[in-house]
């Protein structure tokens, strides 16, 4: 009788057992479709269409969120690496958020794009992993072309960097800049930007 009531506690131990197993992997994968769940919600919200609102705000700008660009170098020269750019809603979607990073992750940088609240223009900030950072003005032409002008600081020559984005009829983007050096204005690096599904280079400590 005693081996019998040690067999039958044996075996509801295991089955209690078996059953807080299961209760445990239930509850574990609970959490995982919750934090998919919530990511997704997060991403959706990085990526979701412009409002009304956020297109009178940011022009043209505001087609881009949700989208990733690969630009190839046009100024000529075999030294330049692509430019990858992904642009994604930012600040509950007062901002756009712009990240980019060179092909082998030696430079790049992160650019929030906001109208400021007492001149009522479209401006930005952007931090390098350089060691300097920017500040500027993004104006929206006619032609929906956007000009951006900026004030450098920190980098030791380069004063002004000043730009000017073109958007194609083939859905790609062109650039141009020029950049105030010593003094002078030298001709920039230009690209040309088109929609890519590659991941964006992770960035290199300096």
Same mark, same amino acid.
């Given at each position: 009788?005693?081996?019998?009531?040690?067999?039958?506690?044996?075996?509801?131990?295991?089955?209690?057992? !078996?059953?807080?197993?299961?209760?445990?992997?239930?509850?574990?994968?609970?959490?995982l479709e919750r934090w998919v769940k919530?990511?997704?919600?997060?991403?959706?919200?990085?990526?979701?269409?412009? /409002?009304?609102?956020?297109?009178?705000?940011?022009?043209?700008?505001?087609?881009?969120?949700? &989208? $990733?660009? $690969? !630009?190839?170098?046009?100024?000529?020269?075999?030294? $330049?690496?692509?430019?990858?750019?992904?642009? &994604?809603?930012?600040?509950?979607? /007062?901002?756009?958020?712009? $990240?980019?990073?060179?092909?082998?992750?030696?430079?790049?940088?992160?650019?929030? =794009? #906001?109208?400021?609240?007492?001149?009522?223009?479209?401006? #930005?900030?952007?931090?390098?992993?350089? !060691?300097?950072?920017?500040?500027?003005?993004?104006?929206?032409?006619?032609?929906?072309?956007?000009?951006?002008?900026?004030? =450098?600081? !920190?980098?030791?020559?380069? @004063?002004?960097?000043?730009? /000017?984005?073109?958007?194609?009829?083939?859905? @790609?983007?062109?650039?141009?800049?020029? #950049?105030?050096?010593?003094?002078?204005? =030298?001709?920039?690096?230009?690209?040309?930007?088109?929609?890519?599904? &590659?991941?964006?280079?992770?960035?290199?400590?300096?």
């Amino acid at each position: 009788m005693r081996g019998f009531i040690f067999a039958f506690m044996f075996a509801l131990a295991a089955c209690q057992a !078996g059953t807080s197993d299961h209760d445990a992997k239930a509850e574990e994968l609970a959490k995982l479709e919750r934090w998919v769940k919530e990511a997704n919600e997060k991403q959706a919200a990085l990526t979701a269409p412009a /409002t009304d609102a956020q297109r009178e705000t940011f022009g043209p700008l505001a087609d881009l969120p949700g &989208q $990733r660009f $690969r !630009g190839v170098p046009t100024d000529g020269s075999s030294e $330049r690496q692509d430019d990858f750019q992904q642009w &994604q809603w930012a600040l509950g979607g /007062t901002a756009i958020l712009i $990240r980019h990073a060179l092909t082998d992750g030696s430079y790049g940088g992160d650019t929030y =794009v #906001y109208k400021d609240s007492e001149s009522e223009n479209l401006v #930005y900030v952007y931090i390098t992993n350089a !060691g300097f950072r920017t500040e500027g003005v993004i104006s929206i032409n006619e032609d929906g072309s956007f000009a951006a002008e900026e004030d =450098v600081a !920190g980098h030791p020559s380069i @004063k002004k960097v000043r730009s /000017t984005s073109t958007f194609g009829d083939d859905g @790609k983007i062109y650039m141009t800049s020029e #950049y105030l050096d010593g003094g002078n204005w =030298v001709t920039g690096h230009s690209f040309t930007y088109e929609q890519t599904i &590659q991941d964006l280079p992770a960035l290199i400590a300096k």
